[in-house]
């Protein structure tokens, strides 16, 4: 039998038999799995966990809030959200129970559950002298050790003869296990010591490359909340301003285009000890705050990877970068030949102004300026679809935004300029129009000539250039049961892009249902379909493709249940189905069954997920979010037909220490090897083995 057939046979009873309860982090996980789909590579999404921790470990004291900036670090609500809950705190002053929020305009029992982690409500915090007695009495330790491994090994595992000399398809000199530790030390939000590393699969380990252990290391240092110094980090950081559009370092979420979640990175300076190689700065910051002006200036100089070759071999020596490489990945030749292969220097910085004259009117100006210098002149190769694209070994960005709101309107938007005066800017609105209702509208324009390697705003490409676009999303409550969100975007590609021979346009919309059929259960439905034009194929010696329409679109139906104390259950059913001109590709089925248990013993939390999937082709393959130890992100691509089984334990050994253990097991039907090259591996069943320990002190 056909695992499809399988799948929907067996769906109906799951259906009624279990569901799902997904908690706070539901859309953050649609949104995880819709920038996996869009971006189509292997992202590190462990800065969407850091983020959450650095939230969630320092939670907003309501009672100490007095400004609408004191709310921003509380993820999930919006703008008019965060203004009704500060208006609720001028108001009654305290806050003695979190059930209070109720009453506030926008606020329901979902809403409080989500943002829960995220607030306390305790009288004001008084902190000590910063003694070497009190910063060891209260002070916080936070210590991370994981453990992962693939198993069956693949072909870059398998011996070698080391007597010969390497070559291009040399197996991988280390084990196949990747190791991760992370320690974090606290004190109030006064001070932060953080410090990290991880060597990856097939990297050596305190040998041959990589003779100082890890392969990649981050730390920082960080003073805050000392009168006008807002923030002073030396390490590892991230920045972003504005929309992004001009600056916006590491993993933005709110730049994928889909369901509106109300989640947004923190904007502003954040020390980091996120393991994406590709991208991070490291160097010195500093944030001051006077009265309402904020000055943040920052610089920083570190290696990275990239391909190196020569400008004209037969007349230069000239080194020029044909492409920056992203993966991490340190283990062949190749790899160590690009690794640290040119330096890069980036500084600048952002003064802005936050004003609120009168209850219903604020607004917040801002004012960036970015340059960037390179070791070795950045020339790709050269092709029509980037001619636009950044040359040269230099390159400067200014960028002005703003924010305002008045009686519950709230404005957005940014302007950019890079070195070649190419140009950038989007701007939005967010609407209210009743407490149930939420509008957004965002439209921007990105000229082919603009220039930036590290902008992270809105939009469809993974570079903010030879875009247009204009985006719509709409969340409502029809009734106490039932809420309905939808989005649309039209965007358009004026000038050539990969595999695309002629200017493009494109549409993405799509529409979800929730109904809170009980108390404990709920039932979603969704779908998303997205329209564009590419290459009919993909022939190196044709000067001009024929071009051939592109459809793809996503059903969904969910059940989430909580029938008893304790007892979480999910169940999802997907279709995706893919289209290129008359070709119709075979249509991807996935469901699957996940099972939690919470109790109050030392096994603390066992999740279990099964899941059966039939995807016979690339064009149709589903990317789905899976449970993963604390912190830990996990959205395979899944295509093939096989089964798929999860499990997560954790155990809470002391009250300080929690251990996790995670395993993943998945049988092929279809085939009796996996992946290419050195990464190929024998038999139908592949796995993955992960333990994490954590000790808070």
């Not at 969407?48 to 509380?74: C, R």
Request: charged share 20%; glycine share 8%.
């Amino acid at each position: 039998m056909r695992i499809k057939n399988m799948g929907v046979f067996l769906f109906p009873f799951i259906l009624l038999t279990t569901g799902t309860a997904s908690g706070q982090s539901e859309k953050l996980d649609d949104l995880i799995e819709k920038s996996a789909e869009l971006l189509e590579t292997e992202q590190d999404y462990s800065e969407v966990g850091e983020e959450q921790a650095i939230f969630a470990s320092k939670p907003v004291n309501l009672n100490e809030a007095k400004k609408e900036e004191d709310l921003n670090t509380i993820p999930f609500l919006s703008s008019a959200q965060r203004k009704g809950l500060l208006d609720y705190l001028a108001t009654y002053s305290e806050v003695l129970s979190i059930y209070e929020l109720q009453s506030i305009p926008g606020f329901d029992s979902v809403m409080i559950q989500k943002i829960r982690p995220f607030i306390s409500i305790s009288p004001p915090s008084h902190v000590p002298p910063p003694t070497p007695a009190n910063l060891f009495r209260f002070g916080h330790h936070d210590l991370i050790i994981r453990y992962e491994q693939a198993f069956p090994r693949s072909a870059g595992y398998l011996a070698y003869d080391s007597t010969q000399a390497p070559s291009p398809d040399s197996p991988y000199p280390g084990g196949p296990q990747r190791y991760y530790f992370r320690y974090i030390y606290s004190w109030f939000d006064k001070l932060k010591i953080g410090i990290a590393g991880e060597k990856d699969p097939g990297e050596q380990f305190f040998k041959g490359a990589q003779s100082k252990g890890m392969d990649f290391y981050a730390a920082y240092l960080c003073i805050s909340n000392l009168g006008i110094l807002k923030n002073l980090t030396i390490g590892n950081f991230r920045v972003s301003f504005g929309q992004g559009l001009t600056f916006g370092s590491g993993l933005s979420l709110g730049s994928t285009p889909g369901f509106s979640s109300g989640y947004t990175m923190s904007r502003g300076v954040r020390p980091s000890v996120g393991m994406n190689e590709g991208s991070y700065l490291r160097g010195l910051s500093a944030t001051v705050k006077i009265k309402h002006v904020e000055i943040i200036g920052f610089a920083s100089l570190h290696p990275r990877d990239a391909t190196i070759s020569l400008a004209n071999s037969a007349t230069s020596e000239d080194e020029v970068i044909s492409s920056f490489t992203t993966s991490g990945y340190h283990r062949t030749q190749p790899e160590l030949a690009r690794k640290d292969a040119v330096n890069e220097f980036v500084c600048g910085g952002n003064i802005s102004i936050t004003l609120a004259p009168a209850q219903q009117f604020g607004f917040k100006l801002g004012l960036t300026t970015i340059y960037c210098h390179y070791s070795a002149t950045l020339e790709p190769n050269h092709h029509s679809y980037n001619q636009f694209s950044f040359h040269g070994d230099k390159n400067l960005n200014t960028g002005f935004d703003f924010q305002v709101r008045l009686h519950g309107v709230y404005l957005f938007g940014e302007i950019s300029r890079s070195r070649n005066r190419g140009i950038a800017w989007l701007s939005g609105a967010t609407v209210n129009p009743d407490p149930r209702v939420g509008i957004t509208l965002i439209y921007r324009s990105y000229q082919e000539e603009y220039q930036n390697l590290f902008a992270n705003a809105f939009g469809q490409n993974s570079l903010n250039n030879n875009e247009r676009g204009i985006y719509g999303a709409v969340t409502a409550a029809i009734t106490p049961k039932v809420s309905l969100s939808g989005y649309v975007d039209l965007f358009s590609f004026p000038w050539l892009k990969y595999r695309v021979d002629t200017p493009v346009n494109g549409q993405e919309f799509g529409i979800m249902a929730d109904w809170q059929h009980s108390g404990n259960m709920k039932i979603t439905l969704r779908f998303y379909q997205k329209n564009l034009r590419g290459n009919q194929s993909d022939k190196p010696d044709q000067v001009m493709h024929k071009l051939s329409e592109i459809l793809s679109r996503s059903y969904r139906i969910g059940l989430e249940w909580f029938p008893i104390m304790g007892l979480t259950l999910k169940t999802r059913l997907e279709i995706k189905e893919a289209r290129q001109s008359n070709i119709k590709h075979p249509l991807g089925y996935l469901v699957f069954q996940e099972v939690q248990i919470k109790t109050p013993k030392r096994l603390e939390t066992v999740t279990l997920r099964f899941g059966l999937f039939d995807i016979p082709d690339y064009a149709s393959r589903i990317y789905v979010y899976e449970p993963e130890v604390l912190y830990g992100y996990s959205v395979p691509a899944y295509q093939g037909r096989g089964v798929r089984v999860c499990l997560v334990m954790k155990l809470n050994v002391t009250r300080k220490t929690d251990i996790w253990v995670r395993g993943a097991i998945t049988s092929f039907s279809d085939r009796t090897q996996s992946g290419t090259g050195l990464d190929q591996t024998q038999g139908c069943v592949r796995g993955e083995l992960t333990g994490q320990i954590m000790i808070r002190l």
